[in-house]
């Protein structure tokens, strides 16, 4: 964990992004390290958990943290929360709230509100289209022999 907050600090303090940093650890080894660069890359899905998960998957070679932990300098945001359970980790830690992040300006407050929404009643309007077409290509992943299934 304190290399996570190392890298929150050094890493903001660098002019990369946010405060925010994590690790992965495997076998009690820290295999990959990340670090916020939203403002840096001009890119809002590189939080520190993505980027850590990215780089962590690389090393294993898989689209999976199986048998691995993330620490993170902050309770994960819901893209990163979806993110982490994606990837399967065995467990996650983390140091600061979703309160104190809020309390220095990064409120997600808001997208875990719109989620318990009805999808008509959400700030960012959402029309479904072309769903028939759309079908085919479920249909192809079914009938796909060799597909690796995550």
């Given at each position: 964990?304190?290399?996570?907050?190392?890298?929150?600090?050094?890493?903001?303090?660098?002019?990369?992004?946010?405060?925010?940093?994590?690790?992965?650890?495997?076998?009690?080894?820290?295999?990959?390290?990340?670090?916020?660069?939203?403002?840096?890359?001009?890119?809002p899905t590189?939080?520190?958990?993505?980027?850590?998960?990215?780089?962590?998957?690389?090393?294993?070679?898989?689209?999976?943290?199986?048998?691995?932990?993330?620490?993170?300098?902050?309770?994960?945001?819901?893209?990163?929360?979806?993110?982490?359970?994606?990837?399967r980790p065995?467990?996650?830690?983390?140091?600061?709230?979703?309160?104190?992040?809020?309390?220095?300006?990064?409120?997600?407050?808001?997208?875990?509100?719109?989620?318990?929404?009805?999808?008509?009643?959400?700030?960012?309007?959402?029309?479904?289209?072309?769903?028939?077409?759309?079908?085919?290509?479920?249909?192809?992943?079914?009938?796909?022999?060799?597909?690796?299934?995550?």
């Amino acid at each position: 964990m304190r290399e996570a907050i190392r890298l929150s600090l050094e890493k903001m303090q660098a002019g990369y992004g946010g405060p925010f940093g994590a690790v992965v650890v495997k076998d009690g080894q820290i295999i990959a390290r990340g670090f916020n660069q939203v403002t840096s890359t001009n890119d809002p899905t590189c939080h520190a958990e993505i980027d850590v998960i990215r780089k962590a998957c690389q090393v294993l070679g898989s689209h999976q943290l199986d048998g691995c932990d993330l620490y993170t300098s902050c309770e994960p945001c819901p893209m990163c929360l979806g993110a982490i359970y994606w990837a399967r980790p065995a467990r996650v830690f983390y140091a600061n709230t979703k309160a104190d992040a809020a309390a220095v300006g990064f409120d997600d407050q808001f997208i875990y509100d719109e989620i318990e929404k009805p999808l008509n009643q959400r700030r960012l309007p959402m029309q479904q289209l072309l769903r028939d077409e759309a079908l085919g290509s479920f249909r192809a992943w079914q009938e796909h022999e060799s597909k690796t299934h995550y």
